[in-house]
């Protein structure tokens, strides 16, 4: 059984920084892509950011140059840094990584980021 345990969150005002951390454990064979996903309320999960197992970043356009997406192999870790944080960016921000052999995935069960005006 794998699980994906997010932290991190809070509440923080505009403009400034956090950083939500995830750590994949239990029986995995191989991570592929680690994935950022959030939910604001009344909306749809959305994808955030990705990264894949040789490091290859994808961001959705609205954080580009204001998040990066970092993982450690080793740790079996995904980092995501927000900065300059904008009151649109409050939701739940969800952890996904996509395990192989089989291309199984797996989610967080969130973390909480509010950014006040």
């Known amino acids: 059984q794998v699980q994906l345990v997010e932290s991190g969150g809070g509440l923080v005002q505009a403009g400034g920084s956090l950083t939500l951390s995830c750590v994949v454990s239990?029986?995995?064979?191989?991570?592929?892509?680690l994935s950022w996903f959030r939910q604001a309320p009344g909306k749809q999960r959305e994808l955030v950011a990705s990264?894949?197992?040789?490091?290859?970043?994808h961001y959705t356009d609205s954080v580009k140059g204001r998040f990066t997406i970092s993982r450690d192999n080793a740790k079996n870790t995904v980092d995501l840094q927000l900065n300059s944080l904008k009151p649109d960016d409050t939701g739940d921000y969800y952890c996904?990584?996509?395990?192989?052999?089989?291309?199984?995935?797996?989610w967080g069960q969130g973390t909480l980021v509010t950014v006040s005006s």
């Open positions: 996904n990584a996509v395990l192989g052999p089989g291309y199984l995935e797996v």
């Open positions: 239990g029986s995995i064979y191989r991570i592929n892509a």
């Open positions: 990264i894949t197992a040789s490091g290859s970043t």
